[in-house]
């Protein structure tokens, strides 16, 4: 992944663009500090529907909605001793 300056951004940008446009990421920068990101736009047209992707993968048990044990309920309320 690419870094720029923002003068480098503004001179080049039809040329990011076209790079961005083929899948690559780059960093525009100010003063060496990361600012923003140039990525690919993907509208949902044209790409694959997250839902159902992990289907078969894992099973849900069937205590999956059950309250947490009391150790580990304290545990994230911070009362754990």
Request: no cysteine; charged share 25%.
């Amino acid at each position: 992944m690419e870094t720029v300056n923002i003068h480098q951004a503004k001179t080049n940008l039809s040329r990011l663009l076209s790079r961005v446009k083929l899948g690559e990421e780059i960093i525009i920068s100010n003063r060496g500090v990361p600012i923003a990101k140039l990525v690919p736009f993907y509208t949902s047209s044209n790409r694959r529907a997250s839902l159902g992707l992990d289907r078969g993968h894992f099973i849900v048990p069937d205590d999956f909605d059950d309250p947490l044990p009391e150790e580990i309920l304290a545990a994230f309320e911070g009362s754990e001793e």
